[in-house]
């Protein structure tokens, strides 16, 4: 084995490794959320434009970086990007919704959500489980049976199983 070889075989670990890393970071929301945040930081969705030739070339270099993390995390997990896109969107749509006082917006806002949500995965929303026929044995969600109740009874299910 040349030295050629094992400095092929560091890199190809190292590349591995960088992947891994990166599809467990976009497991979690917490993780996409740094994502997100970074590559929003970063400036990718601007036009770069400075008054100098040197705050151009930062911003450009900036830039870059950012659109170089996207690209890692795309290579490593391209869905948990495109979740990441639509968990960030959901987010300035709730801030927006919380904050309109004309119904017409807030229900436009709220169908805007449901439709990004159910591209997230398929849920079923109910207003008490406890008390609803979809939720008497045949569906398993988020709540186990026994913290169902007036305060927790309306949160949403994943559904992963219907008997």
């Not at 919380?98 to 959500?113: C, K, M, P, S």
């Not at 008490?128 to 026929?133: E, I, K, L, M, S």
């Amino acid at each position: 084995m040349t030295i050629s070889d094992i400095k092929a075989d560091q890199r190809r670990r190292d590349i591995d490794l960088a992947e891994a890393d990166m599809r467990q970071m976009l497991s979690t929301p917490t993780g996409r959320r740094i994502l997100m945040r970074i590559v929003t930081m970063a400036g990718i969705y601007r036009s770069t434009s400075a008054s100098s030739d040197i705050g151009l070339a930062h911003e450009a270099g900036r830039r870059d970086l950012g659109l170089e993390i996207l690209a890692a995390a795309n290579r490593a997990d391209p869905k948990s990007v495109v979740t990441a896109y639509a968990e960030r969107l959901i987010d300035e749509l709730v801030r927006r919704g919380r904050v309109t006082l004309d119904d017409d917006e807030a229900r436009r806002i709220g169908h805007e959500i449901q439709e990004l949500d159910l591209e997230l995965g398929a849920r079923i929303f109910v207003t008490v489980p406890a008390y609803h026929y979809v939720g008497h044995g045949r569906l398993a969600g988020e709540f186990p049976r026994e913290m169902w109740n007036a305060m927790n009874g309306s949160g949403l299910f994943f559904l992963n199983s219907v008997r």
